[in-house]
């Protein structure tokens, strides 16, 4: 049997807010979902929704802490840095035009590879 591994993921809801979901992977890929958590953003309080993110960001990292060792990432700061970097991405989507998007997703995504690669160096 392949060995399981625990992956995390938060992800933007359409209402706004964030939907933190934890799911098992067997060789990489998803099998099952494990535990879903709504963070729903006040739009009077929270209208960016930023609030509602960092109590996802520290239920998912409660959750990290409490996984078995191989299912940790090491690089705990590259993992927040990239996540913050497409929540700006998601952010930006709702001001600016089509075109200034398609670059602002190709910058963002070549700092994330180079990220990665040096990481992996």
Same mark, same amino acid.
């Given at each position: 049997? $392949? %060995? #399981?591994? =625990?992956?995390?993921?938060?992800?933007?809801?359409?209402?706004?807010?964030?939907?933190?979901?934890?799911?098992?992977?067997?060789?990489?890929? $998803?099998?099952?979902?494990?535990?879903?958590? +709504?963070? %729903?953003?006040? +739009?009077?309080?929270?209208?960016?929704?930023?609030?509602?993110? #960092?109590?996802?960001? =520290?239920?998912?990292? /409660?959750?990290?802490?409490?996984?078995?060792? %191989?299912?940790? *990432?090491?690089?705990?700061?590259?993992?927040?840095?990239?996540?913050?970097? *497409?929540?700006?991405?998601?952010? /930006?989507?709702?001001?600016?035009?089509?075109? +200034?998007? =398609? #670059?602002?997703? /190709?910058?963002?995504?070549?700092?994330? /590879?180079?990220? =990665?690669?040096?990481? #992996?160096?």
């Amino acid at each position: 049997m $392949p %060995p #399981e591994q =625990r992956g995390y993921s938060i992800e933007p809801r359409l209402e706004g807010g964030w939907l933190l979901a934890e799911y098992v992977l067997v060789n990489g890929k $998803p099998t099952r979902g494990e535990r879903l958590v +709504h963070f %729903p953003a006040d +739009h009077r309080t929270d209208p960016t929704g930023e609030v509602a993110y #960092e109590h996802a960001l =520290r239920e998912a990292e /409660a959750w990290r802490r409490q996984s078995p060792a %191989p299912d940790r *990432r090491a690089n705990e700061a590259l993992r927040h840095g990239v996540t913050r970097l *497409r929540l700006a991405e998601f952010t /930006a989507a709702e001001y600016l035009p089509d075109d +200034h998007m =398609r #670059e602002l997703t /190709a910058a963002i995504d070549a700092v994330v /590879a180079l990220l =990665r690669q040096q990481l #992996e160096a």
